[in-house]
């Protein structure tokens, strides 16, 4: 691959401003809030600025190439460099990443989850900066394993001290997953590193020398690829442990593992299993398609069945990433483009639900859809905001969640290298009906929140009348209100008031997600012209290793 070597030191402050940040972070009073709160802030602004600076520096018109090149020693013993560098594949999602975690640090000010210890917490959000731009600009697979694992510990925390009452379950079937894949994924880059008898675990050598493995061999080496990447997707069956992150999760946690985490095992099939191993990548792409459909469908369906609001759209990403997998599992240049996009069109859209999710739970205590209901009446902003993120999931047309999963489905018409086109056309339509289901879900959780009138549970109380009823029985939640009533003739105008629409924070934070949206809807080119060239090089290089 041909490198530009130009402006080389943007990937690593980009990548190393977040841990700066932690460093003082650490020396820092602990009980001096606001301080730690800006000082977090400050960082990921600072090094949100340095994405601008990388956007405005990339040469789209060589999107293909890789960009800010460099090549240094790093682990010499073992072969493995500093390798890093951007190109049109990785850009969007490297300034993605520092994107929502500026985003979720500004809601995070006024809505700290309950545990406290605001300094604990935006040092993990820095670090998990850190692993997850790296992750995105690593060109050695050492290095690329290193980032892909540093993003596991942040997380862990997040969920393990800052999540909800089963936290500690789901924060550890998060870690045995995700670590259970990683085994298996590094035995496959060691073994694709001895079987090509590459001089460095670089991504150019070993895509020039992966090709030339006996195809049974590139087989099991891209079956254990398959086991590291398809959790952290995750794909069907290995999802189990995505509804009770995402449920258990803080708000924050929820965003980042939605908007960037899921990404990473999908970004880790485009830029290495694929590419490095095109015989193993043709012998699974049918089990890749098959599997991806059973999870749009089986996804959808959890949905129809789910209680908690935040569960319905942690099963919702099941079936999403499900179309980001079919249009990889083609093959083609316009399927991958689609699952490309379809990563940042879904960052944007579930990372903005999760958003609103937490902003209802902060100010109810519950995500019981049953509980909910009136949105529309009681926050109307909120309401709205809600219905117009449910209308870009479900795949809207003008909106960014359309370009991600109708070319997908398309793609699959014409499969690439000779697969099975009945079999392709066969998982296109069975996917078809997924967005009918996702209408469905995404449509019910709208209509059983946003309208009707606020359910008596909530009508007329005050925030703090609603935790004192949080989790009592019905007969202590009526005497509780029977008691306030009493107490105060005038409190339901008063009450009211309390339980206060979007905030300025919130607006804050929102606003970007909610204007790329819009804008990645009406003009999808303006990110397509940046994935297609280097789309198209990676597939016509596959094309060539498979004659």
């Not at 908007?259 to 970004?267: M, N, Q, S």
């Not at 792409?285 to 999870?295: F, M």
């Not at 919702?316 to 399927?335: Q, R, Y």
């Not at 409190?491 to 997600?513: N, R």
Request: glycine content about 10%.
């Amino acid at each position: 691959m041909e490198t530009l070597t130009d402006n080389n030191w943007l990937l690593t402050v980009g990548t190393f401003l977040p841990l700066v940040g932690a460093l003082v972070m650490m020396f820092w009073p602990k009980d001096d809030e606001s301080g730690v709160k800006t000082i977090g802030i400050a960082t990921a602004g600072a090094t949100l600025l340095v994405g601008i600076y990388t956007l405005v520096k990339f040469d789209y018109g060589q999107s293909e190439k890789l960009q800010f090149a460099v090549d240094a020693e790093w682990i010499e013993v073992i072969r493995s460099g500093y390798t890093i560098g951007l190109d049109g594949i990785s850009l969007p999602l490297y300034f993605l990443s520092m994107c929502v975690t500026f985003l979720v640090m500004i809601y995070t000010w006024d809505n700290m989850p309950d545990a406290g210890n605001p300094k604990a917490f935006y040092i993990l959000m820095l670090v998990l900066q850190t692993g997850m731009a790296g992750t995105f600009i690593a060109q050695d697979l050492i290095l690329f394993f290193v980032f892909f694992e540093v993003v596991l510990l942040p997380m862990y925390f997040m969920i393990g001290v800052w999540g909800g009452e089963q936290r500690q379950y789901a924060s550890l079937k998060f870690f045995l997953y995700t670590m259970f894949g990683s085994a298996f994924m590094l035995v496959a880059f060691l073994a694709l590193f001895f079987q090509t008898g590459a001089e460095s675990f670089g991504f150019a050598t070993l895509i020039d020398l992966g090709a030339g493995i006996d195809r049974d061999v590139q087989v099991w080496i891209f079956a254990g690829m398959f086991l590291g990447f398809a959790v952290k997707v995750p794909m069907f069956p290995f999802h189990t442990w995505l509804p009770d992150a995402h449920t258990q999760a803080p708000t924050q946690g929820s965003v980042i593992l939605a908007a960037i985490l899921l990404k990473l095992g999908t970004y880790g099939f485009v830029r290495i299993a694929i590419p490095m191993l095109p015989e193993g990548a043709k012998a699974w792409a049918p089990a890749i398609g098959i599997l991806a459909v059973i999870g749009i469908i089986y996804g959808s369906l959890g949905c129809l069945a789910q209680t908690d609001m935040k569960r319905l759209i942690a099963f919702s990403s099941v079936a999403h990433m499900g179309f980001v997998m079919l249009g990889i599992s083609t093959l083609t240049t316009f399927g991958i483009n689609a699952a490309l996009f379809g990563m940042v069109a879904h960052g944007l859209i579930t990372g903005m639900l999760f958003f609103v999710a937490g902003s209802v739970k902060h100010r109810f205590h519950t995500l019981e859809i049953s509980r909910l209901g009136g949105l529309l009446i009681q926050m109307p902003k909120m309401g709205w905001i809600l219905g117009f993120a449910s209308m870009a999931s479900l795949g809207l047309p003008g909106l960014a969640g359309f370009w991600g999963e109708f070319p997908a489905i398309l793609s699959a018409y014409n499969p690439n290298f000779g697969l099975s086109e009945p079999l392709f056309r066969t998982l296109m339509v069975i996917a078809a009906i997924g967005t009918v289901l996702a209408a469905a879900y995404l449509l019910w959780l709208y209509q059983r929140t946003a309208f009707g009138v606020p359910s008596d549970e909530f009508k007329g109380h005050s925030t703090a009348e609603i935790d004192a009823g949080h989790g009592a029985n019905d007969h202590g939640q009526a005497m509780a209100h029977s008691l306030s009533s009493a107490a105060n003739a005038d409190a339901d105008t008063h009450e009211h008031e309390e339980i206060k629409d979007v905030q300025l924070t919130e607006w804050i934070a929102w606003t970007p997600f909610l204007v790329a949206i819009v804008v990645f809807g009406v003009y999808p080119q303006l990110m397509f012209k940046v994935l297609d060239p280097a789309v198209q090089a990676m597939v016509e290089t596959l094309g060539k290793s498979l004659g």
